[in-house]
């Protein structure tokens, strides 16, 4: 019997690349450490990729939402600085009585039961702190005009640190605009948003919040909130609503790669415009003789006032809506 | 708003929304950032899936109960095609609605009325072969009492999606 050497030999020739070739592709998975989770992220261009997960106590997972990597902001507190565009002097909501109640909520919801929601998330290296604080507050009457898009409010946020505000990269900047001024999608998809972006050099956490005022149906709780200084001027009570809202997400997912869940939903939206029980306002709580007339509703109070907020998901058990913690 | 007023006012901006997609100079770049939904995007959103869903039942009284017995759908190049000739395509055992997404979603309300806008991908098979795709919709929804109806949609591809290709809820992780 004759045997075919040459085909033999091809044979075994291909079996030599084929095995060389999975080999060559081993290193090519991802590299996965005892007790570490991986994870798929977007990759921004229509795909994810894979990344390995934390090794820690800061990170809870299984509760509704995904850890996918990033960094929390950690800081105790976290500095929010404000940019009220626009012209905070006029009529209606767009006074210096919406900035003066805006700014007490900014200087006392840190440390809050509510806020504390927000320590159940963390990264690799710690959890949130659950305390947060006005940095600081500066006016731009308009210097991007009236009808602003995502770059002019970019410009607006990098023209404020020369103005006034310091470059920091631990911070949320909130552009908060008048009734008057229009940005493209707010009313007709959004209230608010946050984002992040490199800016003079540096990674900044921006947010938009426009006065609610402008589009009360689609943006505002009700027309007479516990803070409103007249029946139907409700727009404070509606800004605080979306600042707790984008100042959470922005804490917690500040560079778009941390918290969200499978639907790419942050632990703010999980809840949005979603209250929880309130209570019927009284002046013993702190609401104004205008709320208190409307019979406005009101789910939280500190500082000696009352507020309307969203609740926030609370990253533990099975994870839910939570007002406070605990 | 008269019924012919809010069909001329759809029409302008279907009109408007088609000739901008052709002419508009300037493609802005994809900016990241994650969205406060409004209170109207969080209802459309929720009726335009209750729409889907019960298609994807193939449950044509509920679909019938949430359109205006005037309901129409246009597309480009091709006649409008009437409500009750749709719902029976849909809802027959040749289309197979697998899985839907809906993303970029607006809403411009109009009292009565709301036109809402949105994105749509979808997993499906007519007669056996792929019919997923990406999809611009315009909605016109109509108030009836407490309950929204809708009464027009223009639906256009913009683009093919692999039968294989798996739906990401959100392609780019952040809308």
Sequence with gaps: MKFPLGKILLVFLFVVLAVNFLIAQKPLQPVQEPGQESHQVPDGAGGSIQVAGPIGEAVSTGHGINYNGGPVLKGSPVPIYVIWYGNWNGTGSNTQTTVGTVETWLKTVGNTPYEHINTTYGDNTGNVSGNLTLGGAIFDTGSQGTRLSNNRLSNIVNRSFTNGLPKDTNGVYVVISASNISEQGFCSSFCGFHTAQTLSGTNIKWAFVGNVDRCPSGCEIQTTGPNSPATNV???????????????????DPDLNAWFDSSGQEDADKCNFNFGATLTCTTAVGCTPAAVTAGAKFNQTFGGHAYMMQQEWE???????????P | MPHGALKGLFSFMVATAVLAATQEPVSPKLTPTIITATKQVILFTGLERQVLQAIQKKDKSAVEAMTTDDFQIEMPDADPLAGPDWLDSVASRDFTLKSFVLRQMSVADLGDAAVVKYDRIQQATFKGKNDSGEFFVIDLWKKSGDSWRLANRYVARIAQVPASQKIQPKPTGKE
């Design chain 1, 315 to 325: 990253n533990a058990g099975t994870g839910f809506c939570a007002q406070h913690l």
């Design chain 1, 234 to 252: 409700g727009g404070a009570d509606g800004i605080i609503n979306v600042l707790t809202h984008e100042t959470e997400e922005a804490i917690t």
